[in-house]
Each structure stands twice: as C-alpha cells, then as structure tokens.
Antibody, heavy 125, light 107 residues
Framework: EVQLVESGGGLVQPGGSLRLSCAASGFTFSSYWMNWVRQAPGKGLEWVANINRDGSEKYSVDSVKGRFTISRDNDKNSLYLQMNSLRAEDTAVYYC??????????????????WGQGTLVTVSS | AIQMTQSPSSLSASIGDRVTITCRASQDIRNDLGWYQQKPGKAPNLLIYAASSLQSGVPSRFSGSGSGTDFTLTISSLQPGDFATYYCLQDYNYPRTFGQGTKLEIK
C-alpha cells in the first residue's frame, strides 16, 4: 500500500525556519517525481515545488524561490522541504504528493496520484 | 504563470443532478490538465488526467473534456459522496497552477 506521511510542521515565528519531511512507503520511491502542495486555511490549493527522481532537477513557484528548498534522500525514501525566512502568508497545510508521470507517444502528463495527510505550518509571532 | 479560472466558484445541486464545472486557462495548454476532488480535512484525490482520462478506481459518472484553453468536468448523476470542492491543475509548464476551486454543495 502506498503511504506518504508528512511531519515537521508546527508554529514558527516570522523569519524563522522549518524543515518538513515526507516518508514514503509501498512503492519504489526513487522511480517517481515528488511534489509539495500547500493550502492556506480556508483557501485553495497552491503547487509549491517538485523534484525529479534523482534530485538533479527542481522547480518551484516564484513566491518561495530563494527561501524554500526541495530535496530528497532515495536511500531513506524521504522527501524534504527546507523552509527559511518564513512569512505569515506561508501558513498552510503542506502536502507531499507522488507524481505518476504518464507518457503517450506525443506527450507526458503529471498525475498527482497519492497524497499524504498534510502537516500544518503556522507562521505567527 | 498560467492562470486557471474555474467557474462557478460554488454550485448547489441535488442528488441525481448532472453538473458541469468549467476551467479556463490563460493560454493554450493542449490537454495538460487534471481534475482533483477534495473533501473537508482531507487530501485531494485525482479524478481525471490528460483532460479526459479517468483515473483508475474513479466512478464512470465523472468525465472530463476539452483542450487548448477550455475544459470541463462533468458529473453525470450526483451521489452523496460527490459533494466536495473540485480543482483543476495545469501541468503544461512551470509553475504548475490550480484553479481557485469549485465548491459543490447539496441543494
């Protein structure tokens, strides 16, 4: 059974740092791209970042560039999000999600097919 | 960044109704679009990928269509478990962007 379990959330002051982890099991972790998606309280979903299978390729939304770093450890089946210089607007539930890339002869698609239960990050003084 | 605009933002419907949710992209995204369902306090669940392909295990009352800039998610006959919030997500380029969501409520 595929499982993704996030941890590391909590209350942090503005300007502080936090490291989120996502422990993966039930599949070959090193074979999949992985994503972080967040949801501010009462708001919609926002894609944050993703990383390729070996960690050599990373993408992120502009609002976190230079502050958040996505990484992975395939030996530990774990995904990470290092969050620095946190702001009140970073307050959200953070989900990790597996990307089951699906390719046809003409195109490739992202399928965020498994998600963790989320971990809440609150940035407040 | 590509903007994804969903309509309506909220919708009231009854069991058995047919409902359609629309997602419009600010530029051509081919068919690089997925639909996700989210229930309160839960993680999202993938329904449709590549605009019209049904994810394994998802009931056939869900269907998707469209390409280019205009996409639709249709639920052919609403069931009690379908009352949730629905999001589109473009995977044409980075950053990936979600629509703002459509909350489907019981009439």
């Amino acid at each position: 059974e595929v499982q993704l379990v996030e941890s590391g959330g909590g209350l942090v002051q503005p300007g502080g740092s936090l490291r989120l982890s996502c422990a993966a099991s039930g599949f070959t972790f090193s074979s999949y791209w992985m994503n972080w998606v967040r949801q501010a309280p009462g708001k919609g979903l926002e894609w944050v970042a993703n990383i390729n299978r070996d960690g050599s390729e990373k993408y992120s939304v502009d609002s976190v560039k230079g502050r958040f770093t996505i990484s992975r450890d395939n030996d530990k089946n774990s995904l990470y999000l290092q969050m620095n210089s946190l702001r009140a607007e970073d307050t959200a539930v953070y989900y990790c999600a597996r990307d089951h890339g699906y390719c046809t002869s003409s195109n490739c698609y992202d399928l965020l097919d498994y998600w963790g239960q989320g971990t809440l990050v609150t940035v407040s003084s | 960044a590509i903007q994804m605009t969903q309509s309506p933002s909220s919708l009231s419907a009854s069991i058995g109704d047919r409902v359609t949710i629309t997602c419009r992209a600010s530029q051509d995204i081919r068919n690089d679009l997925g639909w996700y369902q989210q229930k309160p306090g839960k993680a999202p669940n993938l329904l449709i990928y590549a605009a019209s392909s049904l994810q394994s295990g998802v009931p056939s009352r869900f269907s998707g269509s469209g390409s280019g800039t205009d996409f639709t998610l249709t639920i052919s006959s609403l069931q009690p478990g379908d009352f949730a919030t629905y999001y589109c997500l473009q995977d044409y380029n980075y950053p990936r962007t979600f629509g703002q969501g459509t909350k489907l409520e019981i009439k």
